[in-house]
């Protein structure tokens, strides 16, 4: 049984984990032999100010920015 956990910044709709979901459940069955019932997958909602990449805080990388802003409306 696959147990599959994935982090988003928040802000992602239903329908976008929905259909994450499905696409990531459609290829653990194909390349894992999995049945599609036993394909478990888990999101996790992260909020900017609580990941970091390369020591920089996601809310303060100018270079992230847009994808900051685009999730921070929703």
């Known amino acids: ?3 599959i956990t994935v982090e988003l910044l928040a802000g992602r709709t239903v329908e976008q984990r ?3 979901a499905r696409a990531v459940t459609d ?3 194909e390349i894992l032999g ?4 036993d394909v ?3 999101f996790t909602e992260i909020t900017p100010d609580t990941v970091a990449n390369g020591g920089v805080l996601a809310s303060e ?3 992230r920015a847009g ?3 685009k999730f921070a409306m929703d």
């Not at 999995?34 to 019932?37: F, G, L, M, T």
């Open 1 to 3: 049984m696959p147990n």
């Open 40 to 42: 478990r997958m888990v």
């Open 27 to 29: 290829h653990a069955v």
């Open 18 to 20: 929905k259909a994450f």
């Open 61 to 63: 990388d100018d270079s």
């Open 34 to 37: 999995a049945r599609p019932q």
């Open 67 to 69: 994808v900051v802003a």
